[in-house]
């Protein structure tokens, strides 16, 4: 089955500063990579999603990249704000069911 | 509004006793998941269905149990065989046939075992 590994497993960053956490992922099938956020006691929230036929997606200060060659995505979060400290998790689901398979989680925080 | 409703929040069991965990959705969504996670590590799946009256293990489904007879329904019963029970439970659901779509959370349960 799909196996994802996600790094770090912590992140601390100064206000302004960019944090950036990596995936991989094993199945080569694997087509639709997911990031979710989750606060203390709640569930998680989608952030950005990339589907495998696009290298890069934007939303203001939230970017992911795919390479599907490497079998790596990565979350790239720029100006980063208090409010952006969470748990992070990323995701993959591969062509052949309706499966999430979820990263261990990063735990980012953004210091004032 | 639409979403997935997990209740409740905090749930205590003594040991050898049975739970069940609710979670429904009013999204029309046909697929729900069962996920756990503890502190410090990812979602781990438990069990899935994709449509009614049909569902799947997941990659830790020992000592768990669920049922599908309503679609907006898709409740976990936690039994006595599940030796570490301790844990937040997250439940899931996304439109089924499309591979590419949003999955939605529920708030989670947490279960502590006293």
């Known amino acids: 089955g799909e196996n994802v590994e996600q790094h770090p497993s912590t992140l601390s960053v100064q206000e302004g500063d960019s944090a950036v956490i990596k995936c991989t992922y094993s199945d080569s099938a694997s087509n639709y990579f997911p990031w979710y956020k989750q606060e203390l006691g709640k569930g998680p929230q989608l952030i950005i999603d990339?589907?495998?036929?696009?290298g890069e997606k934007k939303d203001q200060r939230i970017a992911v990249t795919l390479n599907k060659t490497a079998k790596h995505f990565s979350l790239h979060i720029t100006e980063t704000q208090p409010e952006d400290s969470a748990v992070y998790f990323c995701a993959a689901r591969g062509a052949a069911g309706n499966k999430l398979t979820f990263g261990g989680g990063t735990r980012v925080l953004v210091k004032p | 509004d639409g979403g997935i409703t997990q209740s409740p929040k905090y749930l205590f069991r003594k040991e050898g006793q049975n739970v069940t965990l609710s979670c429904e959705q009013n999204?029309?969504?046909?697929?729900m998941y069962w996920y756990r996670q503890d502190p410090g590590q990812g979602l781990r799946l438990i069990y899935y269905s994709q449509i009614v009256n049909d569902f799947q293990k997941g990659d830790i489904a020992e000592g768990y149990s669920v049922s599908r007879e309503k679609k907006e329904s898709f409740p976990l019963t936690v039994t006595s065989a599940q030796k570490n029970p301790t844990a937040f439970y997250l439940c899931?659901?996304?439109?089924?046939?499309?591979?590419?779509?949003?999955?939605?959370f529920g708030q989670g349960t947490r279960l502590t075992v006293v």
């Open positions: 899931a659901s996304t439109p089924t046939g499309r591979v590419d779509t949003e999955a939605f």
């Open positions: 990339i589907r495998s036929n696009v």
């Open positions: 999204l029309n969504h046909d697929a």
